[in-house]
Nanobody, 124 residues
Framework: QVQLIESGGGLVQAGGSLRLSCVAS????????MGWFRQAPGKERAFVAT????????YYADSVKDRFTISRDNAKNTLYLEMNTLRPEDTAVYYC?????????????????WGQGTQVTVSS
């Protein structure tokens, strides 16, 4: 069974930075595209960023463009999200997701596996 385990969340002041990691393990699944989504209190889960298997295609939500950077290390089966200039509205549970297809996708229904999430709280 494939597992995705996120880490790196925490409490940070506005303007600060955090780096999230997501390690994929289990089975013989070779992860395709991967992505980050987030769910703020009282809101639906929303797309943050996605990256193709090769890393050549990357897409961001407008709200995080130029502040967040998604990357991956396929040798380590690890996905990253570098978050800079954090704002209180970035407060959410952040989820890592993986899909069989190699093409990046922004829609959460296109993903096959999900992590349990890691809390990010940005204080003003």
């Amino acid at each position: 069974q494939v597992q995705l385990i996120e880490s790196g969340g925490g409490l940070v002041q506005a303007g600060g930075s955090l780096r999230l990691s997501c390690v994929a393990s289990g089975g013989t699944f070779r992860t395709g595209a991967m992505g980050w989504f987030r769910q703020a209190p009282g809101k639906e889960r929303a797309f943050v960023a996605t990256i193709s298997r090769s890393g050549s295609s990357i897409y961001y939500a407008d709200s995080v463009k130029d502040r967040f950077t998604i990357s991956r290390d396929n040798a380590k089966n690890t996905l990253y999200l570098e978050m800079n200039t954090l704002r209180p509205e970035d407060t959410a549970v952040y989820y890592c997701a993986a899909r069989h297809e190699y093409v990046a996708h922004t829609r959460e229904t296109e993903y096959d596996y999900w992590g349990q999430g890691t809390q990010v709280t940005v204080s003003s």
